[in-house]
């Protein structure tokens, strides 16, 4: 076994223990259990996703398509199409430019549009009737929101029409060790988010080599579809190196997406060689034409 595996499995499985303990009442790492109700079950409003089966946001993104690319599969740039979230996140994004990301995927064929969750009403009307799905983000793009904030937000997006939902783990709860929180803060999104896959953004380039390892293990435990590399409005974006740890992180099971920094056909094979199945990216077009993009996303 490698040295970097070996160090995979150790805290997966240090992370596996303290969960599993906390779960059961043995362990207070920063906040109490949640209470139980008379059957036994944990309460609704603080529950944690179940850790032994597949969530509905998994299967369902399996049933749809994304389950492990094969870069043999992919001959030229138009391939690459139909796994990129085709995206527009700025502030500063108006209705017509959302629009226009819409008209845009439905072109190229992409397979969807990732957009703030205040857009997502006009892009799930604007795609209505096509194969491109709306993606909102949640708790975008720092992670710092209360989890009921995120679970509301989710909700609200999705009976928006959002079909997918990108949330930020909650960086600072990850590096201070509060894994308690961060998987109830992952629980509760991925719970408000019902049969809608989750994918969780990491922000690797503010995580240390284990924090990453603990926010993938974190993030399959607490049922999410992907584990997500970055928002693309932080230090840095997406690396190859990120996203094969992920890959071995979270196995087969669970899709990997490379987001930020992917400007070009070459950075997009890169990624999927390395293990992504989805990739992020504002420059989209520029990818399946073969040309490159200064955009940052």
């Keep these: 076994m490698s040295e970097d595996a070996a160090v995979i499995d150790e805290v997966v499985e240090r992370v596996r223990r303290r969960l599993q303990a906390f779960q059961a009442g043995t362990e207070q790492p920063c906040t109490p259990a949640p209470k139980k109700a008379e059957s036994g079950e944990a309460c609704a409003d603080s529950c944690f996703a179940c ?22 599969r992919i001959r030229t740039s138009q391939d690459i199409a139909p796994f990129i979230d085709h995206t527009l996140l700025k502030p500063e994004a108006t209705k017509d430019e959302v629009l226009k990301l819409c008209e845009e995927a439905k072109k190229y064929g992409f397979a969807t549009v990732c ?28 992670g710092a929101a209360m989890p ?71 993030s399959k435990a607490a049922g999410a579809a992907f584990v997500k590399t970055s928002t693309g409005f932080s230090t840095g974006g997406a690396t190859t190196e990120d996203v094969a740890l992920m890959r071995k992180v979270v196995g087969e099971d669970v899709g990997v997406k ?40």
């Design 51 to 72: 850790p032994n089966v597949d969530s509905c946001g998994t299967v369902g993104a399996i049933r749809t398509g994304v389950s492990r690319i094969s870069p043999d």
């Design 148 to 218: 009921s904030a995120k679970a509301f937000e989710t909700r609200e997006a999705i009976r928006c029409g959002a079909k997918e939902i990108d949330t930020v783990i909650n960086i600072g709860a990850l590096k201070a060790k509060d894994y308690a929180l961060v998987l109830k803060d992952l629980a509760m999104t991925v719970a408000a988010a019902g049969r809608v896959p989750v994918k969780v953004i990491l922000e690797t380039s503010q995580l240390s080599l284990e924090e990453k390892i603990v926010g993938c293990a974190l």
């Design 115 to 142: 957009v703030n969750s205040s857009n997502v009403g006009t892009a799930a009307r604007a795609l209505s009737g096509t194969k491109v799905l709306p993606i909102a983000v949640v708790g975008f793009p720092l």
């Design 258 to 297: 490379a987001s930020g920094g992917v400007r070009s056909q070459d950075d997009a094979m890169k990624m999927i060689a390395a293990g992504a199945n989805r990739l992020g990216a504002s420059a989209s077009i520029a990818i399946v034409t073969g040309g490159t993009s200064t955009a940052k996303y």
